[in-house]
């Protein structure tokens, strides 16, 4: 009995003390300082994504010569691709393998993304809430051009300018049409998906998509004549038409409204469609933009009558011509900012940043910026506007740099030929100014190179800028700069108690070390993917 009762203390005493030590330990790791914590209610209500990040960066890969693809996700608050731990090398969205993922449509207050695959031409759908595939978008009937994707998703809309076809995906009816439009290769639509502009390359005529009344022809063929229309589908019981935009102006009755239309820009309120005309660089004759009224381009708004103007009301409001060029745009609400290129007397082209009020309806200023083809345009933190372009060294920057070397010269910002340019807008007494990034001089005693060198080495040039997005209140902008990651600071003072570069207020332009965020592959296109609004990309 003794030694019984003894072992019992013993066997007691041990749980007593494993228990404590449990105890212990568990109160040490709550104690602890936790690495990845969300607040109690998320904001808007959005999920906690698997990662367990809050600033996420999306970034199309591909790589094998474009046979395989991902989606990587980057921490863009501590800049970094793996984990604190390290325990996690990389995250990526779950279920993505198409190769080439060239365009990212992002739509982070509905937690969701768009990804087309160039190599495929299929679109994918993403859960930003499960940072997986939710499934396929179409399928469309040719590789597309251009994409555009209002945020009801109600429809996906498609150019597909090798097939000559405006592909309509009607999410509503599960059903995919295909409208002809020889050359189109421009598609866009407003967030309320009530207007559909599309562009036909080398031509000045602008195209939208309208929705014919139910039963209301029997055949395509008796709805094309009866509207205009340059198409209608299908064939029987046509849905969708595309018919040309009915713009006069009347002062000038029966000149051409546009000249060389690439894209549209719709304004902050929903009043305004303001259309980009190229112009010079696109083969046209003047650059400028034509504002339209949306309310006579809807296109659940048709008329059913004989007559004309009716039947396709005129939409025009104004036009602006713009000098400096215009292929791309973007509004704070009181300007538009436009960005293009000018033909010089040397027969290249030279990028501009022109400013037009928005309440004179008036070009305000004109900056010079990189030169190439602007695709990119995003206002970002610290009063902060970055323009993004492709081809940029083929212009008057190129030229000029080329002359200054030739000449024995170091070469200056005016040749400098990057693909970036990070505009510090107006403010008080302090007006406009622009700066490629990154900096570079070439020649003389001290060049400058750039800070981190792609995998080609180029000491002076990153290549095309192909992908931009705002990490927004983190005074950065991430982008996809000649196939990889770089990341640079707007000029605000960085607060954010995980970025490594916190109390410090680095200059805006200025580039982040990107080797924690490089990827394995080429980077084609990047996407904010925990913005408050959808307009950080």
């Not at 990845?36 to 904001?43: C, E, M």
């Not at 731990?85 to 992002?106: A, D, H, R």
């Not at 990154?438 to 060198?453: E, F, I, L």
Request: hydrophobic share 40%.
């Amino acid at each position: 009995m003794t030694n019984r009762s003894l072992s019992t203390q013993s066997l007691r005493a041990q749980i007593f003390c494993g228990l404590l030590i449990a105890a212990v330990t568990l109160g040490l790791t709550a104690c602890g300082q936790q690495l990845y914590k969300f607040p109690q209610f998320t904001f808007a209500n959005r999920p906690i994504p698997p990662s367990k990040l809050a600033t996420r960066v999306m970034v199309g890969v591909t790589a094998n010569g474009g046979t395989t693809g991902s989606l990587q996700i980057l921490d863009a608050n501590r800049d970094l691709r793996n984990n604190v731990q390290n325990t996690k090398m990389s995250f990526s969205i779950s279920g993505y393998s198409s190769g080439f993922p060239n365009l990212i449509l992002n739509f982070p207050s509905e937690i969701t993304g768009y990804v087309y695959s160039n190599t495929l031409g299929d679109v994918q759908a993403i859960n930003y809430g499960t940072e997986a595939v939710s499934g396929p978008v179409g399928p469309f009937p040719a590789k597309s051009t251009s994409i555009a994707v209002p945020p009801t998703f109600a429809h996906v809309y498609s150019a597909e300018e090798g097939a000559g076809l405006l592909g309509v995906v009607d999410n509503t009816t599960g059903r995919t049409y295909a409208l002809n439009l020889p050359n189109v290769f421009q598609v866009v639509v407003n967030t309320g998906d009530t207007v559909v502009l599309a562009m036909v390359r080398n031509s000045n005529s602008l195209y939208r998509v309208i929705k014919l009344n139910a039963n209301q022809y029997l055949t395509s063929t008796a709805a094309i004549a009866g509207i205009g229309a340059v198409d209608c589908q299908p064939f029987n019981l046509p849905i969708y038409c595309v018919i040309p935009v009915n713009s006069v102006n009347p002062a000038a009755p029966t000149a051409s409204t546009f000249d060389r239309p690439v894209g549209a820009y719709v304004s902050l309120d929903g009043s305004v469609v303001y259309v980009l005309n190229c112009g010079a660089e696109c083969g046209g004759t003047t650059s400028s933009v034509t504002y339209l009224s949306p309310g006579a381009l809807q296109v659940n708004s048709y008329t059913d009558s004989t007559t004309p103007a009716q039947q396709n009301p005129n939409s025009f409001l104004s036009n602006v011509p713009v000098k400096g060029g215009v292929t791309a745009a973007v509004s704070d609400g009181t300007t538009l900012y436009v960005a293009g290129q000018q033909l010089q007397p040397d027969g290249l082209f030279a990028g501009n940043l022109s400013t037009i009020s928005l309440a004179a309806n008036t070009v305000t200023s004109t900056t010079s910026i990189s030169d190439g083809s602007h695709t990119k345009i995003l206002l970002a933190d610290d009063n902060t506007l970055w323009i993004g372009s492709q081809l940029c060294a083929s212009g008057e920057r190129a030229a000029r740099a080329a002359q200054q070397i030739a000449a024995g010269q170091a070469t200056d910002q005016t040749a400098n030929y990057n693909c970036l340019t990070v505009v510090t807008l107006p403010s008080g007494s302090t007006g406009i100014s622009a700066a490629i990034v990154p900096a570079v001089t070439q020649n003389g005693p001290s060049p400058v190179v750039v800070p981190y060198p792609n995998t080609n080495q180029n000491q002076f040039y990153y290549g095309d800028l192909t992908g931009l997005c705002w990490v927004q209140g983190q005074h950065k902008v991430y982008t996809a700069y000649g196939g990889q990651v770089h990341a640079f600071y707007t000029g605000g003072t960085i607060t954010a108690p995980n970025d490594p570069a916190i109390g410090t207020t680095p200059a805006a332009g200025s580039e982040i070390n990107n080797a924690n965020i490089i990827v394995q592959g080429t980077a084609l296109d990047v996407a904010y993917m925990d913005a408050v609004t959808d307009a950080a990309n």
